[in-house]
């Protein structure tokens, strides 16, 4: 089949295996008596500047509503800077106690968002969260918790699936670093894949380089399990730019995933977020048609009687819909309620054992 590569580039994080390098570290929302000094604290490298992107909701998940936000992080309190993160920060007077409720961040410059919730999960319905399911962070607090406490981020490391949820007892550390916590700088400031013939050319830049050793280059199907694919030296130690590239020329014929591995002298590492890569075919006949009542239908031939999976994936490659369906000779058609999903671009994928029929469509 004659393909077409086109590469979307995401930063893109859910808690589905990709790097999450701006979230939520510390909350309060609970204590005994009136409750009181509830905030929010959020991470976020230095080398993030935009930070009227990042944006906080808060969610009630009795009916998955917001209650507050969306916040900007420019009306936060800047706590401390260090180990090359700022700690941001905001007092709320009331953040709901469960339960369940949640916190929705997004970056959207790239599109990374991280939902959390406490005491349960649930699925929001309105504001910048609908159709999300929440995870549940599996610690909580209560109405005998005592002043001054919180939840936070314990562990090593640069990102949030680095980091456990644990307990402070009347030891909060609003907008300062928390108690157990090693947050390490991030030293990758840009990494980006493009097309090139029939592979797939990353390229990514560090600001500084402190005992770096080298890069592994790893790939994945599924965007959860990687395999090292290649390496690359690293600059040792530099307050400079340097720019690095690789070239993948067997790129999977469906979505490639991307990952850096950064490894320094001493054998420590840090993952850098996630690219994607997929393939769009331009021998196709598949059709997608929308209309107002976000009815989304799809047409195409068939020449037999086959068993088909119908996927739909938003850019950052996560599968937003899937199902078995069944194709007749001739001309096909299939419908199916988008609501729930929110505006903008998609990849429609129909795969059958001889292929895969890939187009766009835009919500
Ligand atoms: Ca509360
Ligand atoms: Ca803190």
Known sequence: MNKLLLVLIFYLISLSGYAQTIFINEFHYDNTGSDTIEFVEVVVPVAVTDIANIKVSLYNGNDGTKYAGETSLSSFTLGSTANGHHYYYKDYSSIQNGSPDGIFIKYYTTGDYLFLSYEGIFTATNGPATGLTSTDIGVAESGSTQVNSSLYLSGNGSQYTDFTWAVSSGTNTKGAANNGQNLLPITISSFIAKTLGDGVQLQWSTSSEENNDYFSIERSQDGVHFDEIGQINGAGSSKTVNHYQFMDKLPFSSISYYRLKQVDLNGDFSYSHIVVSIPISTATDLKAFSNAAHELELHWQASGQNKLQLYIYDLSGRIMYKRPIEEHPGENS??????????????????????????????
């Open 334 to 363: 299939y419908s199916l309620f988008m609501s729930g999903i929110s505006s903008g671009l998609y990849i429609i994928q129909l795969e059958d054992p001889a292929g895969k029929q890939m187009i766009k469509w835009l919500k």
